[in-house]
């Protein structure tokens, strides 16, 4: 009777040890299962958004364009609102989507006459003070917007052109000081490619590096207003992309309102 006892008693602890072991394999295998499909959907995500996000480790220029707000150590996204009233051009309110505050202005003046196409870029978020403006060049061959430091004593930096030979429609920035000779310019320091009209388009920098990206419906989610998501890398200038982002949109802007138009129509 003992011995049919210490045998019932031993068996019944070893099946409650197994079931414990299993319980434990079993949720350590959903939550690897759920890892698993998290970075899947991630890796997915990333691929038809142009690729993830790198780090910009060597900014092209220094001081970055604003001390305060250009630069952060992790990725950041911005959502751009374009105004609907507008009396000087293309105007932009950019807002964190973390968390909803105004982080940039921006004011335009795209009358196509001499000295008054400008768009003028104010950080908000910290400080108020312009921090660039990217001036149309109209006598060009192809979309150029030079790139100044704001203020007094505008500094150009760079600029702003779009390619003339490419599979798709990209843009190239390039950078002031940086080599080329007469009608030959330097390497660029970005390049802009993808689908402009959409809003889905990336800014790589020379390594191939995604250093940020522009998608009409981004993956996080912010339901404020009617917008577009702007993704800068960690150690990128969001200030810089920012102005590039705005000017582009500007040079497509009657494309978006004929797909607007065929939208409302449908």
């Not at 080329?180 to 660029?188: D, L, V, Y």
């Not at 889905?200 to 920098?205: D, G, R, S």
């Not at 969001?238 to 494309?255: G, P, R, S, T, Y």
């Amino acid at each position: 009777m003992i011995w049919t006892t210490y045998l019932s008693s031993t068996l019944i602890a070893c099946i409650i040890s197994h079931s414990f072991a299993f319980s434990i394999h079993s949720a350590s295998s959903r939550s690897a299962v759920n890892v698993l499909n998290m970075n899947f959907f991630t890796d997915i995500g990333d691929m038809m958004s142009g690729g993830k996000l790198g780090e910009e480790k060597n900014l092209p220029y220094s001081p970055s364009l604003c001390e305060i707000n250009s630069i952060s150590s992790g990725p950041r996204c911005f959502a751009v609102k374009e105004r609907a009233i507008s009396f000087t051009g293309e105007d932009f309110d950019v807002y964190c989507t973390g968390s909803g505050e105004p982080f940039v202005q921006v004011r335009g003046a795209m009358l196509h006459l001499p000295g008054k196409d400008k768009m003028r870029i104010r950080s908000v978020a910290g400080c108020d003070e312009e921090v660039a403006v990217l001036d149309r060049v109209l006598l060009a061959a192809l979309p150029t917007y030079d790139i100044y430091r704001g203020g007094m004593g505008a500094q150009k930096i760079g600029w702003l052109e779009k390619k003339a030979i490419a599979l798709t429609d990209t843009f190239d920035v390039y950078m002031e000081g940086k080599g080329g000779i007469g009608p030959f310019k330097p390497p660029p320091a970005y390049e802009i490619s993808g689908d402009f009209i959409d809003r889905n388009f990336v800014m790589k920098n020379p390594a191939g590096e995604v250093v940020a990206k522009v998608q009409k419906d981004g993956l996080i989610q912010f339901d404020a207003f009617n917008h577009y998501q702007v993704q800068v890398a960690p150690g990128m200038d969001a200030m810089l992309v920012l102005a590039c982002a705005c000017a582009i949109d500007e040079e497509f802007d009657e494309e978006h309102q004929k797909k607007k138009q065929e939208q409302e129509a449908d």
